[in-house]
């Protein structure tokens, strides 16, 4: 399963990488509003920083404003993935950009049969949003599961790209499903690695280390 970094952040960006765990990275306008700069230089700026596809979303409603959007926001790099939310205009505009051989990111998705229409539009990527889903009290890893299935029936290329991932076991269950893609808050990657049996064992091999060395019998 492919990590991407769901951040607008280059700071946070330029740390994963140095961990070798981003294979990619989603955007959102929410997460622009949060670095608080110039959204066109941050944009290009991201681009040129991560090795892999970059999801730049897109705020038109309409085929015809998210197409003059996309047309901007590809000059940005040659990793660019077009955001498009799950708007039957925004079908329209996946299928222009499928045609035009742009690769698309269909956000907002929240049922399988959004997921399907978004397949059937020529789709790169479909985002289904689990977070949101579980906060409403429906069980969000449940419309993953629903999802590859219909895909796996169909032989369909789209890749499921989780989304709106809260926790570790988001991730776990996800790589279960066999979702392609897990796009996740940086501070779930840091729980991730975190153990406390992995800490507790350290601190005792320390300990011991130390002790050792107080007996004499220090390394040299
Ligand atoms: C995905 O591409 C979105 O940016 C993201 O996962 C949104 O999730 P949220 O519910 O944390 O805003």
């Not at 505009?93 to 990111?105: C, F, S």
Request: proline share 5%; glycine share 8%; hydrophobic share 45%.
């Amino acid at each position: 399963m492919e990590f991407f970094l769901d951040t607008a952040s280059l700071d946070e960006i330029r740390k994963c990488k140095a961990y070798g765990l981003i294979d990619g990275v989603t955007t959102n306008p929410t997460l622009l509003r949060k670095e608080g700069q110039d959204w066109r230089r941050q944009m290009q700026a991201i681009c040129k920083e991560v090795d892999g596809p970059v999801s730049l979303e897109v705020v038109g409603t309409t085929a015809k404003e998210m197409l003059a959007e996309a047309r901007e926001l590809i000059k940005f790099g040659p990793n660019v993935v077009i955001k498009i939310p799950m708007l039957l205009e925004g079908l329209i505009a996946v299928r222009e950009l499928h045609a035009m051989d742009i690769p698309t990111n269909v956000t907002l998705v929240f049922s399988p049969m959004q997921a399907l229409l978004a397949a059937k539009a020529g789709a790169t990527y479909v985002s289904p949003f689990i977070g949101r889903l579980d906060a409403l009290g429906q069980e969000g890893m449940e419309c993953i599961r629903q999802i590859v299935t219909i895909y796996d029936n169909y032989d369909i290329a789209t890749k499921v790209l989780v989304a709106s991932i809260r926790h570790p076991m988001h991730v776990v269950e996800s790589a279960l499903t066999g979702a392609d893609v897990a796009t996740l808050p940086f501070a779930v990657i840091e729980q991730l690695a975190r153990h406390p049996l992995t800490d507790k064992g350290l601190q005792t091999f320390l300990d011991d280390w130390k002790a050792l060395a107080g007996d004499g019998a220090g390394q040299g």
